[in-house]
């Protein structure tokens, strides 16, 4: 088995073994500084009693647990309105940025900008306050507003990534720009849009913690409500630590999501290379005797 070494290009040259010995000595130390960090925030920990009994006691009671609960289930459908409604706002921005009417252009260009450079926090508490909306749909249009706009720039980047080329030869087909964008561009523009979508959805699901600014009872809305209950020494360390882990997860499950449906799209049929069956011995060709 031959192995070949990693050959040094303009921006990169192969370390010697000096400057390897270096690296591990660097990496070596800074993994010493990481445990250390851990360790004296863990000893903080105990040293202020946050893992006493009294202040872990709230989350062995029903009424917490269903309060939790209840929590994250509106941080969820507050999520699930709001990635709906921003990938359609997103498409629909996007298909007007690459319109041929000016207009259109113009207008859609115009919206995107100003959306995009507007604080997701001051949209929200602008359409809660000044139009008297309800807490939900004021946080799920502020969401939206924003993570809409952002997503529009994303599908026009990933439509225009796709060669020309392909552009091209679907209008030789006498296809229409619908179909052109419908079937050819948006298909093979969406693995290059993938993990910006992604990244942008764990966005919008973290931003849902905004709505307890505007009383929407959501996750960090009920962890507030835990946290300042004076009967329970006041317990904001454990509600963190319960709390955390879980928008954590949440996000790491979105991206495990875009990793899965990538893997699938590469193994779809329709997408991979067709197998020829190799020329046997004897084959003729149409019309050969």
């Known amino acids: 088995m031959t192995t070949h070494a990693p050959r040094a290009t303009a921006l990169y040259d192969i370390p010697g073994p000096v400057t390897r010995k270096r690296h591990r000595v660097y990496g070596i130390v800074s993994t010493v500084l990481i445990v250390a960090l851990v360790g004296w925030i863990i000893y903080l920990l105990f040293h202020t009693g946050q893992f006493t009994s009294t202040k872990w006691s709230p989350f062995v009671y029903k009424g917490i647990q269903e309060l939790l609960l209840r929590g994250l289930g509106n941080t969820l459908k507050a999520f699930a309105y709001a990635a709906v409604l921003s990938l359609l706002l997103g498409a629909v921005l996007a298909v007007g940025r690459l319109s041929e009417h000016r207009v259109v252009r113009w207008v859609s260009t115009l919206l995107v900008e100003f959306f995009r450079a507007m604080p997701v926090l001051v949209m929200i508490f602008f359409i809660f306050v000044a139009l008297k909306v309800q807490p939900l749909p004021a946080l799920v249009a502020g969401l939206t507003l924003y993570n809409g706009s952002v ?139």
């Open 151 to 289: 997503l529009a720039e994303v599908f026009r980047t990933g439509v225009n990534a796709v060669e020309r080329g392909q552009r091209e030869a679907a209008y030789a087909l006498g296809m229409r720009k619908t179909q052109v964008m419908s079937f050819v561009l948006a298909p093979q523009g969406v693995r290059a849009m993938l993990p910006a979508i992604i990244s942008q959805l764990v966005v919008a699901l973290k931003d849902t913690s905004l709505g307890y600014l505007i009383t929407y009872e959501e996750f960090l809305h009920a962890g507030k409500l835990i946290a300042s209950n004076l009967d329970y020494d006041l317990p904001f360390i454990p509600v963190v630590m319960v709390i955390s882990p879980i928008y954590i997860g949440m996000c790491m499950l979105l991206s495990w999501f875009a990793t899965w449906v990538a893997r699938r799209e590469r193994r779809n049929p329709k997408t991979e290379a067709v197998e020829v069956a190799p020329a046997e011995p004897g084959t003729l060709l149409p019309g050969v005797q």
